[in-house]
């Protein structure tokens, strides 16, 4: 309750109202819950993001993103909010967290020039061509045509080898684009990946107790917190068991 609070409390600042937006967040929720996150931890996430953007669109865009960032980093939810603010902010250190390059300029231009010059040097400073398509876990073919359209001023194709474009004229909403399209990028499908495992799943189940714990009143949380907590720490025992029982069965099947 105290998140709701406090995301009610960030979209009135930026003269927006919960219930506008109620629906979309309970669906945020329902979907972030999938990879593990109960419904205040995406409600403190989106609060984050709408301080930074002044936009709940937007917010509601990056959790996905944000998600996945979690994934990678093996991080939680907050400190992966904070990457992603952190790469908005526009000091670069969230990106550069995540390995992405920042390449600034006092024009879209400048900006441009900077970001060519910088992927030609990491082009050399690989030792070729082919050396920067393996470092980047890309075919040489691909990465060929990327570099090509990089040449030619493609910003898309510039973010997909890691690299903003980011002009001091650029607005809020055309930054935004750019480092959620950049993250994700980055990062793949993360989050949906790990929840597809066996612990992946057992987290899952334990964001919706809570959530349902969180629904039905605190009267029953101590009861379904003992239960979750139980569930977690199952978790330690029966994923190894599972892989090695796994291991067993593999030649007796083959």
Known sequence: ETSQMGLEGALKTVGLSWSAYSGQIDAAGQKMSKFGFTQDQVDTSLASVVRVTGSMKDALASESTIADIAATKHIDLASATQVFTQSLAGAGKGLKQMGIVQATGATEAKAMASAQQTL?????????????????????KDAQKLV?????????????L????????ATAADKFK?????????????????????????????????????????????????????????????????????????????
């Open 120 to 140: 030609g040097d990491q082009v050399n400073q690989a030792g070729g061509m082919a050396k920067f398509a393996a470092q980047h876990n890309l075919t040489l």
């Open 148 to 160: 090509s359209g990089a040449s030619k001023g493609n910003i898309t194709d510039l973010n997909k």
């Open 178 to 254: 750019q480092v959620n399209e950049l993250l994700a990028d980055k990062m793949g499908h993360s989050a949906a990946d790990a929840a597809d495992t066996f612990g992946g799943k057992l987290k899952a189940v334990g964001a919706n107790l809570k959530d349902v714990a969180e629904k039905l009143g605190v009267k029953l949380m101590p009861y379904l917190s003992e239960f979750v907590t139980w569930v977690e720490k199952l978790v330690g025992h029966l994923e190894p068991l599972a892989k090695a029982l796994a291991k067993i069965a593999m030649p007796i099947v083959s």
């Open 162 to 169: 890691g690299i903003e474009v980011l002009p001091k004229t």
